[in-house]
C-alpha cells in the first residue's frame, strides 16, 4: 500500500528535487533543473498563481518507507477549457503501472474535491515555456526548462486513460544547413524596400527591445493565449534577469520606418552550461557556471518566440529576418545548430515556417488530457 506525504517542510522539499535524480542517475541523457527554478514555482511570493490558484506537492512511498514517485497537482483559474480543468506536474515515478495509477487516482480525486472535470498533465502550474508536456520521442538531453523523462512515461499515463490534447514539435536544424529559397527570394524581395531594416538586439538598449518586444508579443500572440497581454515593465524584467546570458548576435527585430513589426529571439541552450552544475545555483555554483561560460564553447542556441504583428503575416517578412540574423550569426558566433523551443501541433503557421527553414522534428512531448466522466466526448487542442 502506497502513502500519499504532503510535501511542507524543508526534508519533504529536498526529497522532491533529490528523488528524479536518483532515478536516473544511469541515463546519461538527464539534465538536472535547477533547484530554484522548481522551486520558484511553488513559492507563494514569486507565483502570483497562488493569488487565485490552489497547488500542492506530494511525495509517494512504499511500504518500507522508499519514494517510489512525486507530483504536484493545481488548480489555475487562468487555464481555460471547455470544462473545468485541473493539472498535474513534476510528475515522476518508478517503471510501475500500479504506482503511477495510484498517484494519478490521488490526483483525479483531489481535483474533483476542488470542482474539476479534467486534468492535464504532465503540465505546469505556471506559464507553457517550462516543464510542460511528457516527452514521447527524441530522448537527448532536454533544453533548459523542457521536461525529461523515461520512455515508459509514456505508457503510464496512456494506460491509465489520459488522451493525447496536443503535441509539442521540437525543430532542429544545423546553422551552416541551406536556408529555404522562398526565405532567400523574400529577403531579396524586402531588401529593395529602403523602410525595413533588421536590428539585432543590444544590452546597452535593453528598454528599447523591451518596448519593442512587448508591442510585437501583444499583436502577434496575445490572442492565442486568452487575450493576455504583457506590460513592458514585465518584459523589462525578464529582459535583465537574462542579460547575462544574452548573446547580442542571434535576437532579431525587424522595423518599417522605425516601428517594430517582427522578432526572432534565440538565447543560447543554458542546460549546455547547468547541466554541470548538480542543480544547485549558490556562490559556488555561480562562480563555476561564470568559469565554464567563458572557457566551454556552447555549439546550440534556442529559438524562444517568434512573432510578426498582424498586418506584416503572410508577406514573408519572416524570410528576410532570418536571413538577415543568419548570415550575421554565421560570422560573429561558433553556434552549430539550432532548436526551436517547442511548436504546437494546433499551430500550422509555425509549422510552416519550421518547414521552410528546412528544420526537422527532433523530439516530441505530448500533453495529456484526462476526463473524468468517460461518456464526455474527447476534443483535442483546436488549431488556432
Not at 529593395?192 to 535593453?206: G, S, V, W
Not at 529582459?239 to 522578432?263: D, G, L
Amino acid at each position: 500500500m502506497l502513502k500519499a506525504v504532503h510535501v511542507s517542510g524543508s526534508l519533504q522539499k529536498k526529497e522532491f528535487l533529490e528523488f528524479p535524480a536518483r532515478l536516473y542517475k544511469d541515463d546519461k541523457s538527464y539534465i538536472r533543473p535547477l533547484n530554484k527554478d522548481i522551486e520558484a514555482v511553488f513559492d507563494r511570493k514569486k507565483n502570483k498563481l497562488f493569488e487565485r490558484g490552489e497547488c500542492e506537492r506530494f511525495l509517494f512511498e512504499n511500504n518500507a518507507g522508499q519514494t517510489v514517485g512525486k507530483v504536484a497537482v493545481f488548480v489555475n483559474p487562468s487555464y481555460k477549457n471547455n470544462q473545468p480543468t485541473g493539472g498535474i506536474g513534476f510528475f515522476d515515478c518508478i517503471n510501475d503501472q500500479k504506482t503511477a495509477d495510484f498517484i494519478f487516482d490521488f490526483c483525479k480525486n483531489w481535483l474533483q474535491e476542488r470542482g474539476m472535470e479534467a486534468m492535464d498533465g504532465s503540465i505546469n502550474f505556471g506559464e507553457r515555456n517550462k516543464f510542460w508536456g511528457v516527452l514521447i520521442e527524441g530522448f537527448h538531453e532536454p533544453l533548459y526548462g523542457m521536461n525529461y523523462n523515461a520512455p515508459y512515461y509514456q505508457q503510464l499515463f496512456e494506460n491509465y486513460g489520459f488522451k493525447e490534447y496536443f503535441q509539442q514539435l521540437c525543430y532542429s536544424r544545423s546553422i551552416y544547413a541551406p536556408v529555404s529559397r522562398a526565405f532567400t527570394m523574400m529577403h531579396s524581395k524586402h531588401s529593395r524596400n529602403p523602410a525595413i531594416k533588421a536590428r539585432p538586439l543590444t544590452k546597452n538598449r535593453l528598454e528599447k527591445f523591451a518596448k519593442d518586444f512587448t508591442e510585437i508579443y501583444n499583436k502577434a500572440w496575445a490572442s492565442h493565449e486568452g487575450g493576455k497581454q504583457i506590460s513592458v515593465a514585465k518584459t523589462l524584467r525578464m529582459f535583465r534577469s537574462m542579460k547575462p546570458v544574452i548573446n547580442e548576435h542571434i535576437a532579431w527585430f525587424v522595423y518599417e520606418n522605425e516601428k517594430p513589426v517582427a522578432m526572432w529571439i534565440n538565447i543560447p541552450d543554458l542546460n549546455q552550461w547547468f547541466k554541470y552544475l548538480n542543480g544547485g545555483f549558490g556562490l559556488l555554483e555561480k562562480l563555476k557556471f561564470l568559469w565554464i561560460k567563458k572557457f566551454r564553447e556552447n555549439s546550440k542556441m534556442v529559438g524562444i518566440v517568434f512573432g510578426v504583428v498582424p498586418e506584416w503575416q503572410r508577406t514573408g517578412i519572416e524570410g528576410f529576418m532570418i536571413w538577415e540574423g543568419t548570415q550575421h550569426l554565421r560570422e560573429h558566433t561558433t553556434f552549430q545548430e539550432t532548436e526551436l523551443q517547442w511548436i504546437g501541433d494546433f499551430n500550422p503557421k509555425m509549422m510552416k515556417i519550421a518547414k521552410n527553414l528546412d528544420a526537422q522534428v527532433t523530439r516530441k512531448l505530448a500533453t495529456y488530457r484526462y476526463l473524468f466522466d468517460p461518456n464526455q466526448s474527447f476534443e483535442r487542442h483546436p488549431d488556432i
